[in-house]
């Protein structure tokens, strides 16, 4: 009970949303307007549900006026089979909503017409939440698929910018079919400008990805992946080898020959708790 009640605490509704609601009352389309609120609830719930069961932090559930996001507070660290059914626990709801809207239809507690707009908004919801955009679940799938074969910065600037050729193609096509949707312009520009702000903080995601790596909870990686490096090379550059779900040996070369191994707690306790911000592999030898 007390997490329904911290889970309640958590939500979070922008005051341009009561105006949406005052104005869908005045246009006589509260029910629509019911129906799509309904299935962004059981999304996002779907998403906090799974993300609650898994023990992650949530900050905050809003919603707005073009639909809903769950912030959470975790940063890359957690295993990519949680990631993976934390970001796909929201698209499923649609799948018994569905369901059961067709079995209140067939047994006459809702009209047909009620369950075909109910069904036209889930398959709406589910659709776009899939296109392979940032921070869109579907954005979020790309980022875990590049995670698996690449280190966290590139697998990251990799999604922004596969998000960024999703995006101009969706516009393009919302230009050729339906270029007056005032909802769906904003929608648009609320992602452009999540996008442009992700892409300029980088720097500062990788940096969170690395803080919650050493500070953080710590998991249990089941994955070893050996990064082979040069004594000269610069422990940040090393840093932004490391792989989302794995566990990291360091291995030194100099010329060719293997001259020592680290442990990435080590390069994170330099960098972080020693402020070696600047120093090189060949530093870190003759401390460890």
Wanted: overall charge negative; charged content about 20%.
């Amino acid at each position: 009970m007390s997490n329904v009640r911290s889970l309640i605490q958590k939500i979070y509704i922008h005051p341009l949303l009561w105006i949406v609601i005052l104005f869908a009352v005045a246009t006589a389309h509260f029910m629509e307007l019911c129906l799509l609120l309904l299935i962004i609830f059981v999304h996002e719930m779907g998403h906090v549900v799974a993300a609650s069961f898994f023990s992650w932090r949530i900050k905050k559930i809003s919603f707005l006026p073009f639909g809903g996001v769950a912030e959470i507070d975790e940063h890359g660290n957690r295993p990519l089979r949680e990631e993976a059914i934390v970001t796909l626990a929201g698209p499923l709801q649609h799948i018994w909503l569905i369901g059961v809207g067709f079995l209140l239809a067939e047994l006459d507690i809702i009209s047909l017409d009620l369950f075909e707009l109910f069904f036209q908004y889930n398959l709406m919801v589910f659709i776009f939440n899939l296109l392979p955009i940032w921070p869109l679940d579907g954005g979020k799938i790309v980022f875990l698929m590049f995670s698996l074969r690449d280190s966290f910065p590139n697998a990251f600037r990799q999604t922004l910018l596969v998000s960024i050729g999703s995006l101009i193609v969706f516009t393009v096509a919302v230009l050729t079919i339906s270029p007056f949707n005032l909802n769906v312009w904003i929608v648009i520009t609320f992602i452009i400008i999540s996008l442009y702000t992700e892409w300029k903080q980088q720097p500062y995601v990788f940096m969170r990805f690395l803080l919650e790596r050493y500070y953080g909870k710590k998991e249990t990686f089941h994955t070893l992946k050996s990064i082979e490096v040069d004594e000269d090379e610069f422990i940040l550059d090393v840093l932004g080898e490391f792989h989302r779900g794995k566990k990291h040996l360091i291995v030194i070369h100099n010329n060719g020959k293997e001259t020592g191994t680290l442990d990435e707690n080590e390069l994170l306790h330099a960098y972080f708790a020693e402020k070696q911000v600047n120093a090189k592999i060949s530093d870190l030898l003759f401390l460890y």
